[in-house]
């Protein structure tokens, strides 16, 4: 799986719990090389408002591996709630 800008799958509605997750991240320059993206079963996108195209290398990297992990994640009672 990697990200790219021309990516057709919003990266929320993918399934991660199919199986282990190759996750390919492009550079901020550049993103990710066409030979890397076209090696990839699917290409998501992390949807935008405003005037930006694209978040920075390492906040869109944490966004990522935090929704592939979330399903690991189990909802905590809080004792001050």
Same mark, same amino acid.
């Given at each position: 799986?990697?990200?790219?800008?021309?990516?057709?799958?919003?990266? /929320?509605?993918?399934?991660?719990?199919?199986?282990?997750?190759?996750?390919?991240?492009?550079?901020?320059?550049?993103?990710?090389?066409?030979?890397?993206?076209?090696?990839?079963?699917?290409?998501?996108?992390?949807?935008?408002?405003?005037?930006?195209?694209?978040?920075?290398?390492?906040?869109?990297?944490?966004?990522?591996?935090?929704?592939?992990? /979330?399903?690991?994640?189990?909802?905590?009672?809080?004792?001050?709630?």
């Amino acid at each position: 799986m990697g990200t790219h800008l021309k990516g057709s799958v919003d990266y /929320r509605t993918v399934d991660y719990k199919k199986g282990p997750v190759l996750l390919l991240m492009g550079n901020e320059q550049q993103g990710l090389p066409d030979q890397l993206a076209e090696s990839c079963d699917t290409l998501v996108r992390i949807p935008q408002a405003g005037r930006a195209d694209s978040l920075n290398l390492a906040v869109a990297t944490g966004v990522m591996l935090y929704e592939i992990r /979330r399903e690991a994640l189990p909802l905590e009672e809080r004792a001050d709630a």
